[in-house]
């Protein structure tokens, strides 16, 4: 079936560095939702896109939607410690069906 | 108090047995949902649950059953357990409206078949 493919897999950096996951679909996407899952936590919901070119800013994190709506980016700049975990992209579809990305795994080395 | 709630948080059984485990959101959602994560951290959507129905049940061994008493509380259950269950299970909730639809996950329950 349809698929969001998310990379890298992992990404490992230096304090400071920047950040930076991507989702691609071959299909357009509805929408596209971002969620970050710490260490032994659960996902929690960061931020849903749903307009072409769309593009949201949480303080150090800037989230992109593509115009073709077929890919969506998370980036962070000057990554911290506390950045670190599983970021994940997903699409809401059939009002009650989720698609989630395999996750990207940070790690920040201070 | 916790939004979405699951127990127990942690679970070690042994193969052939069978476990439930619980959920209960205070949310006021109407839909809510089983994921399962394994160790590569993939999440993949089990089951979800609208006004009691069920509305996805993707190709998962008909040894999960999920049961919704009332729309504030799913759980699920599992007969004979097998060594490959063994993953980290995610209760969600979300009031689905068209094009929005953010899950609210639960703690997790760390499940380990010996």
């Known amino acids: 079936g349809q698929q969001v493919m998310q990379i890298p897999q992992y990404q490992h950096v230096q304090e400071g560095e920047d950040f930076t996951t991507y989702c691609n679909s071959s299909?357009?996407?509805?929408?596209i939702q971002w969620y970050k899952q710490r260490p032994g936590g659960h996902p929690v919901f960061l931020i849903q896109?749903?307009?072409?070119?769309e593009v949201k800013k949480q303080k150090r994190l800037t989230f992109q939607f593509g115009e073709a709506k077929k890919n969506s980016s998370l980036h962070i700049t000057a990554t911290q410690t506390t950045d670190v975990g599983t970021y994940f992209c997903?699409?809401?579809?059939?009002?009650?069906?989720?698609?989630f990305g395999a996750g990207t795994r940070l790690t920040v080395k201070p | 108090d916790t939004a979405v709630s699951q127990t127990p948080k942690y679970l070690v059984t042994q193969m052939g047995n069978d476990k439930s485990i619980k959920c209960e959101q205070n949310?006021?959602?109407?839909?809510m949902y089983w994921y399962k994560q394994d160790s590569k951290k993939f999440l993949k959507i089990m089951f979800s649950?609208?006004?009691?129905?069920?509305?996805i049940n993707e190709t998962v061994p008909n040894r999960f059953s999920p049961k919704s008493p009332d729309k504030a509380h799913l759980n699920l259950h599992i007969n004979s357990l097998e060594l490959g269950d063994s993953a980290v299970y995610f209760c969600?909730?979300?009031?689905?409206?068209?094009?929005?639809?953010?899950?609210?996950f639960g703690a997790g329950t760390r499940l380990s078949v010996l």
């Open positions: 969600a909730s979300s009031q689905a409206q068209a094009g929005y639809n953010i899950q609210y």
């Open positions: 299909t357009t996407l509805s929408n």
């Open positions: 949310l006021g959602h109407d839909t």
């Open positions: 997903a699409e809401s579809y059939n009002n009650n069906d989720m698609r």
């Open positions: 896109l749903v307009k072409s070119g």
């Open positions: 649950y609208n006004n009691k129905e069920l509305i």
